[in-house]
Structure formats: C-alpha cells, structure tokens
C-alpha cells in the first residue's frame, strides 16, 4: 500500500511539473513573423540555385555556378569559413546533352 501510495504521489508531482506553462516572448515572436514575412530572400535564392543556375549535375557547369552563388551568399551574412568540398569525379560527371 506505501509503494502504490508513493508512486501514485510521485505521478501526480510529475504530471503537475510537466503541466506548468512554459513562457513566451511575444515580441520576440512577432520580430521573427514580421522578418519572415516582410524581408524574406527565399524567393531571389531559389531562383539562383534553380532557374539562374541551369542543370546541376555533379561536377557541371550549372552545379558550379549554383555551389558559388551559396558560398557567396553565406560570405554576404557573415558566415566565414565555408568552402566547396572536392566531392566524386564520376566518369558521368558534366553536362546533360539530349540524344536526339
């Protein structure tokens, strides 16, 4: 009966500690809503590393220009550091020709 009264007691302490509201910056909320909203760049960047880019096929010219354009982005925020990994030299490697 001790056991079954302990453990119910340490349920009930455990389900009211996990129940306690957590607290939220609303201002800090509405900055990161209003930066999504009003100065997002997804757009302009899927557009370079899809339509601007071309075919990006490893090691192409395309993959290139698309591996640059991250690389000088991430320079432009701040971020240092960043480089292009050799990556494989596949025999398959290049640009994609039709057949016909």
């Known amino acids: 009966m001790?056991?079954?009264l302990t453990f119910t007691g340490l349920l009930v302490l455990s389900i009211h500690l996990s129940a306690?509201?957590?607290k939220v910056d609303l201002a800090t909320?509405?900055?990161?809503r209003l930066e999504?909203?009003?100065h997002s760049q997804v757009m302009d960047i899927a557009f370079h590393l899809t339509d601007a880019s071309g075919n990006r096929l490893t090691s192409s010219p395309g993959f290139?220009?698309?591996?640059?354009?991250a690389k000088q982005q991430l320079t432009?925020?701040?971020l240092t550091g960043s480089t292009l990994d050799p990556g494989e030299n596949s025999a398959r490697a290049g640009t994609c020709k039709s057949p016909m």
Request: charged share 30%.
């Open 29 to 32: 909320i509405e900055k990161i």
């Open 20 to 22: 306690q509201e957590e």
């Open 76 to 78: 432009q925020w701040g």
């Open 2 to 4: 001790r056991k079954l």
């Open 36 to 38: 999504g909203l009003q």
């Open 64 to 69: 290139f220009r698309a591996a640059n354009y």
